[in-house]
């Protein structure tokens, strides 16, 4: 992997999305965190040492298109990224796996090759971990910021239950280490709405 290459990117994405304040959940740290995750299920999944670089570059692009529109923005990730790459010549068939990479994303869309479920597990992983309430939070109080808008708890909870009954993972190793950690996170929400009278 071009060492370099990577530490250029990750200094203009850093440039691309410090500006953003108001984004409490999809900061430059999440992107690392992505990076970090998906590198640790490349090296648990077996996938090969020439397909990392690529995978690394998706997920440090994977969420500048918020700098232009917040919903649906997706392609705009990958176009930023295709226009970067392209300026500094790098391979145009890398260039399209990587924009698909991207894409895959998008929550309604679903992994097929293991490189995208990799990217995929690791875009969510922190909603699955012992912090997932307080990730949860920085991302509702993100969205009121960034929409202008309430969001009332129990429907904001309602919504977190929802998601996380019907998450799926992707890879070998995401189930097998964060299905009891999702199992605990469905009851702990179940229990707050129900003690809440909200169910």
Same mark, same amino acid.
């Given at each position: ?7 250029? *990117? ?38 090969? %040492?020439?397909?990392? %670089?690529?995978?690394?570059?998706? #997920? ?28 500094? $010549? ?10 698909? &990479? ?25 909603? #699955? ?13 993100? &969205? ?6 309430? *969001?009332?708890?129990?429907? #904001? ?5 929802? $998601?996380?009954? #019907? ?14 950690? &999702? ?14 009278? %909200?169910?």
């Amino acid at each position: 992997m071009n060492q370099k290459l990577i530490k250029d *990117i990750k200094n203009y994405v850093n440039y691309i999305v410090l500006p953003l304040d108001r984004l409490y959940y999809h900061q430059y740290d999440h992107a690392l965190e992505v990076m970090q995750r998906a590198i640790y299920l490349w090296e648990k999944e077996w996938v090969s %040492e020439k397909e990392l %670089e690529i995978l690394a570059i998706a #997920w440090l692009f994977h969420d500048t298109g918020f700098v232009i529109q917040y919903d649906n923005n997706e392609y705009i990730w990958a176009k930023i990224a295709k226009n970067y790459l392209r300026a500094i $010549l790098y391979p145009e068939d890398r260039i399209a796996l990587i924009e698909s &990479l991207i894409l895959i994303t998008n929550p309604k869309e679903t992994p097929q090759t293991l490189l995208e479920k990799i990217l995929k597990d690791a875009d969510l992983d922190n909603l #699955w971990r012992d912090d997932f309430l307080e990730r949860w939070k920085r991302l509702k109080h993100e &969205l009121e910021l960034i929409k202008n808008i309430r *969001i009332k708890d129990p429907d #904001w909870r309602h919504a977190a239950l929802d $998601l996380i009954e #019907w998450h799926t993972f992707y890879t070998s190793t995401q189930i097998r280490e964060r299905n009891e950690l &999702l199992k605990k996170n469905t009851e702990l929400l179940r229990s707050d709405l129900q003690n809440n009278g %909200e169910e």
